[in-house]
């Protein structure tokens, strides 16, 4: 879950719009929220690292 927060954390401090990266990386907007359901898997993951333009081991 923590990578999970830090992805949210890096979502909110770069005002990235939301509605836009699930539909580009087809992970559910649930996931974008301050306290999700469940963590992101591995795959969703690197697809929102991948749409940010981001090595995921800055999120490490």
């Known amino acids: ?4 927060k ?5 979502i909110e401090k ?3 719009d939301i ?7 087809g992970v559910s907007r649930k996931l974008f929220r301050r306290n999700p359901d469940r963590p ?3 795959t969703e993951f690197l ?12 999120f490490t």
């Open 6 to 10: 830090k992805v949210w954390k890096y």
């Open 47 to 58: 697809e929102v690292c991948a749409y940010l333009k981001i090595n995921p081991r800055e």
């Open 40 to 42: 992101m898997n591995a």
């Open 19 to 25: 509605d836009s990266l699930s539909e580009a990386t």
């Open 1 to 4: 879950m923590e990578m999970t």
């Open 14 to 16: 770069n005002k990235i």
